[in-house]
């Protein structure tokens, strides 16, 4: 398993990771590839990164769908972030992408793999695992 490291810089940010992903599996052999976010205000997911708009996009969607002016349970003293923990689900923890025979990632032409930031800026972690 290799771990990567990215930093976020807004309270929601899509991330295009897919370079990131492609260097961390070069030269590995397996079926697929596991990208797994261990966080709990974060997720992952597979869109088009031909436009970078699109990612822009998805965070307004996200922060219009999941609002901040809900009656929230979740109230930590000083880190009030109920809705960031909707929105990462909505997106959820992790994608799979088949690997070809030459080993690179098997992704549509439009496709990129985007770390979601919900709660930034903060250092985070993505996981990136060759299957067998
Ligand atoms: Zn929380």
Redesign the pocket.
Known sequence: MTTLTVRTERQSQLVDITRLVRDAVAGASGSAVLVYVPH??AGVTINEHADPMVARDFEMALERIVPEDWRWQ?V?EG????P??VRAALMGPSVVVPLRDDGSLALGTWQGIFFCEF?GPRERSVHVSVLA
């Open positions: 709990t205000t979740h930590e880190e009030e972030n109920a960031t923990h709660d």
